[in-house]
């Protein structure tokens, strides 16, 4: 999804112009930007926070020569999710499993059992 298609629900659901909605959806991520740099952290309830980190210098290996590089310290935003999220994005799990396991519990087409599931035993072709 993108801000625009973003943009576009939001107008629809509350009734302002996308023009309108573009401008406080912008002022929503700048405010957050502004405060990440101020601040180095934002905390958003029911959503999750966002926090600036140092990552350290280090030696690293590029891997296409195998030699050695030095990887100057630089800063990171890290998000950790909030509870709500963390709760929807396990029950968006939960339901793939569950399509998995019907889907590999149904035969194909032609009969053939579906790719992932045994082949039915017993059954020869003589021999």
């Known amino acids: 999804m993108t801000k625009k298609e973003i943009v576009r629900t939001i107008s629809e659901e509350i009734g302002l112009t996308q023009l309108k909605t573009k ?10 930007v502004q405060t990440l740099v ?3 952290r934002i905390e958003l309830r029911n959503f999750g926070v966002f926090e600036v980190k140092r990552r350290a210098p280090r030696k690293a290996r590029n891997p296409r020569t195998g030699d050695d590089v030095y990887v100057p ?13 963390e709760k929807k994005v396990r029950e968006l799990e939960r339901q793939a499993a569950a399509q998995a396991a019907a889907r590999a519990a ?3 087409p032609d009969g053939s059992p579906t790719p992932g599931t045994p082949a039915s035993y017993g059954t020869s072709s003589g021999g």
């Open 23 to 32: 401008e406080i959806v912008q002022k929503t991520f700048d405010a957050i």
């Open 38 to 40: 101020e601040e180095r």
């Open 73 to 85: 310290e630089k800063f990171v935003v890290t998000f950790k999710p909030g509870k709500e999220m």
């Open 106 to 108: 149904q035969p194909s």
